[in-house]
């Protein structure tokens, strides 16, 4: 497993606060991230984890310098995250790859505005990553004539052909059927085993959080603090491979955050009747 | 066959194609039948050989011919004219709310404005010549089409756009690259209706001041109740929208294959 290089955080979360102001006058704003402090080592592969709609997708978009704080700020190799570019690649669940571009092209785009690779050298990485996620054979189909598996794969390809220091990835199999997904998961750790990309990945699969992560962040919900951070490489030793998800140390984390998702669950239950009282 | 009457079926086109036909020849033959049988006085409507021979003969001794160029080149000029304003400010209006902000509410209200209404002063201000007409066609669909546009633009996923970011991309090459790319199958799609309404204002524009084009002959064969010469120049006027129309489809399904 990856250790952490970097105890001081390769990607740091310095008391990040996120409150959405509402569009028009009488309405209260909403404190969507309250006060979370995080440091992700380089190489680490952390999952945020967290009911829907509690902020998690928020503070990852804030990573990729698509959304500001409102209080705190957000480090990357030490320099300021001050908005998006070429270091921070995303992968979307929806929308992830451009329907008018090929297969090839769409890996392809993922270099087109470096100035400091030249064209024939492009096209030697796009096809290495498009090998990668296997799917040279569909080099020249139009994405929409392909499955959402193959989608999402080619989005992934196409990420790590811009050469990112991080991967922000948001619920990028939550579209899926169970058994590409799973297939999906167990690739994409394949591929980070060679590519060893520091990896943001929000989800609130639980299995799929266990199965893929170093490090789960818990959040809470609306607004999203930190409730609990689990470290699995302890729990569950040894590489990872589709076997793992049988094993009974698998099992038992797994039921053990499933035991704290509905703990969060009821409690947020409880303040929404609180609320409304 | 059960396909062809079931709600939402699905045909194929060479069934489409055999429908379109039997439309089209039902109605000459109801047009025949009613005008052969003189329901509605000859005078008034002439049988389809009689609009056929009209057309023969406007465009061999007359000048017909030079009258469609006329107009189409009317058309064409103005539209293009349309379309290049149009797209830029469009695009514009959807990215920075600064420009839609200021632009919107006049867009609107001209918008509003019945161009048939205008054509009085655009002839004031410009006189009777090219400049008043292609101002017409202009004005009736600039305002129409920049919305339109706007609207396609905004309409892009905001995934798309952001994925541009993160791979390095600036403003400029986001709105090429991805939001022009985007957006270019509905505003063909919506440049091909506009062409549409083109039309309308070029008659309209033709008929009130104007000494050539297929809007003048229609009017000026009317004073003689030339009524086969009349449908002769409608008639021309609907060929000409739906060639034009099919060849856009045409292009449209050949450049987004990927639709």
Not at chain 1, 169 to 187: C, K, S, V
Not at chain 2, 163 to 188: E, F, H, K
Not at chain 2, 227 to 241: D, H, S
Request: charged fraction near 20%.
């Amino acid at each position: 497993m990856t250790a952490v290089t970097d105890p001081a955080g390769f990607l740091h979360f310095d008391r990040v606060s996120k409150v959405f102001e509402p569009v028009d006058r009488g309405h209260r704003a909403i404190k969507v991230i309250d006060d979370v402090s995080l440091a992700i080592g380089e190489g680490e592969f952390v999952v945020f984890l967290g009911p829907s709609g509690c902020g998690k997708t928020t503070l990852m978009r804030m990573a990729g310098g698509l959304e500001t704080a409102s209080a705190g700020r957000i480090l990357l190799g030490g320099e300021p995250v001050t908005g998006p570019d070429r270091r921070k690649g995303m992968v979307f669940q929806a929308y992830s790859s451009f329907p008018w571009l090929t297969v090839m092209q769409n890996v392809r785009f993922g270099l087109k505005y470096r100035r400091d690779v030249d064209a024939r050298e492009k096209d030697a990485i796009a096809r290495h990553y498009l090998e990668m996620v296997g799917l040279a054979d569909f080099a020249g189909f139009f994405v929409n004539r392909i499955s959402g598996g193959m989608r999402q794969r080619v989005a992934i390809a196409r990420t790590l052909a811009a050469g990112p220091d991080v991967l922000l990835m948001d619920e990028p199999f939550g579209a899926l059927d169970a058994q590409t997904r799973e297939f999906l998961q167990y690739q994409l750790l394949e591929i980070n085993r060679r590519e060893r990309k520091t990896v943001i990945f929000v989800t609130h699969d639980v299995e799929e959080a266990v199965f893929l992560a170093d490090r789960i962040v818990m959040f809470s919900a609306r607004p999203a603090s930190v409730i609990e951070e689990i470290r699995v490489v302890e729990h569950i030793p040894g590489e990872r491979a589709l076997e793992t998800k049988t094993t009974t140390s698998f099992f038992r984390l797994r039921n053990h955050v499933i035991e704290l998702m509905r703990e969060q669950a009821r409690r947020t239950e409880a303040m929404f009747a609180a609320e409304g009282a | 066959m059960r396909a062809l009457f079931a709600f939402r079926g699905q045909t194929s086109q060479r069934v489409d194609w055999a429908l379109a036909v039997v439309a089209f020849v039902g109605f000459l033959t109801l047009w025949y039948l009613i005008a052969y049988f003189e329901v509605m006085p000859r005078r008034f409507l002439p049988v389809p050989d009689a609009v056929i021979g009209a057309l023969w003969r406007m465009s061999v001794e007359g000048d017909f011919l030079s009258d469609i160029w006329v107009s189409i080149a009317r058309v064409m000029v103005a539209f293009a004219l349309s379309v290049a304003m149009a797209l830029p400010l469009g695009i514009l209006m959807s990215s920075y709310r600064i420009v839609g902000a200021l632009s919107e509410p006049i867009i609107d209200f001209i918008r509003y404005l019945p161009v048939p209404a205008l054509v009085p002063l655009l002839i004031i201000w410009l006189g009777i010549d090219e400049e008043s007409k292609i101002a017409v066609l202009w004005m009736g669909t600039f305002f129409q089409l920049v919305l339109l546009i706007a609207d396609d633009a905004k309409r892009v996923p905001r995934e798309f756009v952001e994925i541009g970011y993160t791979l390095g991309a600036r403003n400029w090459q986001i709105l090429r690259d991805i939001v022009l790319r985007g957006m270019l199958p509905s505003t063909v799609d919506n440049l091909r209706i506009t062409l549409g309404w083109c039309w309308t204002y070029l008659i309209v524009a033709e008929i009130v001041a104007a000494n050539s084009g297929i809007g003048h002959a229609i009017w000026s064969m009317r004073r003689f109740v030339k009524t086969p010469e009349v449908m002769a120049g409608i008639l021309t006027i609907g060929v000409i929208g739906l060639v034009t129309d099919q060849i856009i489809r045409f292009a449209h399904r050949r450049a987004f294959r990927y639709l």
